[in-house]
Structures are given as C-alpha cells and as structure tokens.
C-alpha cells in the first residue's frame, strides 16, 4: 500500500512541478502485460528511481526492484521505499556480490518483477554521463532478461547531488527499444556479449544526453 500510495504523491508533484511526461511507452508494451526484464537508467539525481517507478506504476501498475548499495537499503529515508519494493544489495565483495545479485535479480524475474539498474554505478557529479560498467549487461546475460535503455531526463538540474529542494525543471522518462540477450548472436561469449549491450546503451545515453545539452534540459556543472 505504501509503494502506490509514496509513488502517486511523486507523480503528482513531477507532474505539477515537473512537467512530467513518459515517452517510448511503445518499446514496453511487453512489460506492460506482464513481462519481466532489466531497465538500465543513467544516473543523476536522487529522484531517479522515483521518476521511473512513478512512469511504470502509472497506468500500469507495473513493480520495479531497483539494484543498489546495501547501505542506501538500510538508509533512515531512502531505505524506507527500497525495503518496501524489494531492492537487491549488489556490492563489491561479501554476501551482496556480482553472483547474489544474478541470483537474487533471478528471484524477481521469476515472479515477473522487473529489476532496475544504472549501468554507470555512481550518480554523477556534473552532469556528465559517467563510464558505463559491465555487472547490469552481465546479470542480464546471465538471467537472459531483456535490457531496457531508460533515460531520466532533466533530474539533474531539478535535485541536483547537495540539492535540498526539488527546483521546477522540465522532467521526462524516455524507454528505448529492447536489447534482448536471447537474440545477440549465439557464437558471442557472455563477455562479448555484454560489452555488445553496453555499446548499445552508451548509444543511447550519449544521444539523449545531446540532445537535452541542446535544448537546454541539462546543464552540465564544472568540476
């Protein structure tokens, strides 16, 4: 009940404050009945997973299980939301490792929960996509889950990293086409085939990144 309830307030205030939308609702219509799979979502703000939770749970209802550091899991505030969807600890070493994460990422797509991640592993600091790293295309390989491209548009002028208040800046969720593991070439080893996957959503990121520097979305902050 909470879930509904924290996601509805934030679409509500995206959508008053934010003027709010979703785009590439086209490249989910499988996700939408009832499919599973990895949405892979550049990292700018604190208020991402909110944004891509609040895009899947309006109008469809549709549960996320974000990948994320065990310690945001047992966070004070942020905690909060994700022990109440389920999130999956992914860290460098100890019970929360690579191979927990591809077995628990398993877990949820079984039960037809999609598992969300952010390929470049930390929030930027600039606004500048960071360097994609290879443990989400990996899980997927292993899962054989189909790969979602998600961009979170404008997050990072609305709250910023030191941000205490969310500001009026345009926000948007853009879905990409479907990178399916299943259909990469079967003589591809898994290594090969995640560096494929990440070449693709490298793609994907850099052109929208351009796109929102253009048309004044994103500005980018000095180191």
């Not at 939770?53 to 994320?68: G, N």
């Not at 899980?139 to 002028?157: H, Y």
């Amino acid at each position: 009940m909470f879930y509904g309830f924290f996601l509805g307030v934030c679409f509500l205030v995206f959508k008053l404050c934010n003027r709010f939308e979703v785009l590439g609702t086209e490249n989910i219509k499988e996700i939408a009945d009832g499919k599973a799979g990895f949405f892979a979502a550049n990292h700018a703000s604190a208020i991402d997973c909110y944004m891509l939770a609040a895009a899947l749970y309006f109008p469809y209802r549709r549960r996320i299980s974000p990948l994320t550091r065990s310690v945001w899991i047992n966070h004070p505030y942020a905690g909060f939301f994700l022990r109440s969807c389920d999130a999956i600890a992914l860290d460098k070493r100890g019970r929360y490792s690579l191979l927990g994460a591809i077995r628990e990422s398993q877990n949820r797509l079984d039960k037809g929960v999609s598992v969300v991640g952010c390929p470049e592993g930390i929030r930027t600091a600039t606004g500048r996509l960071n360097e994609l790293k290879g443990g989400l295309p990996l899980i997927a390989v292993k899962t054989k889950a189909p790969v979602i491209p998600v961009w979170l548009g404008g997050s990072f002028r609305a709250l910023p990293a030191g941000a205490c208040f969310l500001r009026p800046a345009k926000l948007y969720v853009e879905f990409g086409r479907p990178i399916d593991p299943e259909e990469l070439p079967t003589e591809l080893t898994d290594k090969e085939k995640t560096a494929l996957i990440l070449e693709k959503l490298n793609e994907f990121y850099r052109e929208r990144e351009a796109r929102d520097i253009k048309n004044g979305i994103l500005k980018l902050k000095e180191n």
